[in-house]
């Protein structure tokens, strides 16, 4: 019988693979015996994770690109196909938030940069857009392939402070479901495009937000957990199950979902 879930030996691309939760998912695939490709601008922190990957057994690869860059990717694209020959997997999580595109507790939404909001909606959703139009084409030609995006919890509720994250996620979920259509009619089944929504993890966006410098929850945090019912933030390697899922063949028929890893956020109402 087939193994549904078996992914050795595909390969990955993961945009902003040094991220914290782009690690975790970068040592989850090299441990199941898929090729990493990891993209990024930083050759320090990205040589440095496949030093790790490496010394854990496995197989991973930095390559300097620019997911705002068309240029760049087209020459990164051009090199993984003439190296590897195909790519089954793409994990755009690259992505962030700016201090200008959040409202802190004494402003209201006049006091939005507006610029920081443009450079916040282009990195996260620019950043998965040109990425997917760079790679899509691998796969295309192998008829079969996964695109996996990084929603958010603010794409299902704008959440209050982060304006500019919050639009850019919702735009990334609809994006989702439009490529998954458009992939699906004009160029086969094989290719499926989802997103997984990640509750709320520490990350170097959000750490200032939801802890205080000694570790404390703010007020905010407090909230958060109030609302989550397993009274708890998400650690990075609770997000490795789905990853896995909708990496493998265990997901064939399964294409523009949003799947929610929050710990019961998006469920709860007092």
């Known amino acids: 019988m087939k193994d549904l879930f078996n992914i050795k030996d ?7 693979g040094y991220g914290i939760l782009g690690r975790s998912m970068a040592e989850y695939l090299c441990a ?5 490709l990891i993209l990024g601008r930083n050759e320090e922190k990205g040589n440095a994770l496949i030093h790790e990957l490496k010394a ?15 240029d760049i990717l087209a020459e990164n694209a051009k090199f993984i196909k003439e190296k590897f020959g195909r790519l089954d997997i793409l994990v755009n999580a690259a992505g962030g ?56 919890m603010s794409a299902f509720r704008p959440l209050t402070r982060v304006v500019g994250y ?16 458009e992939l699906a009619t004009k160029f086969g089944n094989g290719l499926r495009v989802n997103a997984m929504a990640p509750g709320f993890f520490l990350t170097n966006q959000n750490r200032d937000l939801l802890t205080n ?9 407090k909230k958060i957990i109030e609302q989550t019912p397993f009274g708890r933030f998400g650690s990075p390697d609770e997000l490795n199950g789905t990853l896995h899922y909708l990496a493998s063949d265990a997901s ?8 929610v890893v929050d710990g019961g956020f998006n469920a709860f109402c007092l």
Not at 10 to 16: E, F, M, P, Q
Not at 112 to 128: I, P, Q, Y
Not at 213 to 221: E, Y
């Open 10 to 16: 595909k390969v990955a691309v993961i945009t902003g």
């Open 32 to 36: 199941q015996g898929v090729v990493v």
């Open 56 to 70: 854990q057994g496995g197989i991973a690869y930095f390559i300097k690109s620019d997911v705002m860059n068309q």
């Open 97 to 152: 938030n700016m201090k200008g595109a959040t409202i802190a507790p004494n402003q209201n939404f006049l006091d939005l940069d507006a610029n920081d909001f443009r450079k916040v909606m282009d990195l996260n959703l620019m950043g998965t857009v040109l990425p997917t139009m760079a790679f899509a084409p691998i796969m295309i030609e192998k008829k079969k392939g996964s695109i996996i995006n990084i929603s958010s």
């Open 166 to 181: 919050s639009a850019s996620k919702a735009a990334i979920s609809n994006f989702t479901q439009y490529m998954a259509t």
């Open 213 to 221: 410098p000694d570790g404390s929850l703010t007020a905010r945090g």
């Open 252 to 259: 064939a028929f399964v294409t523009g979902t949003v799947a």
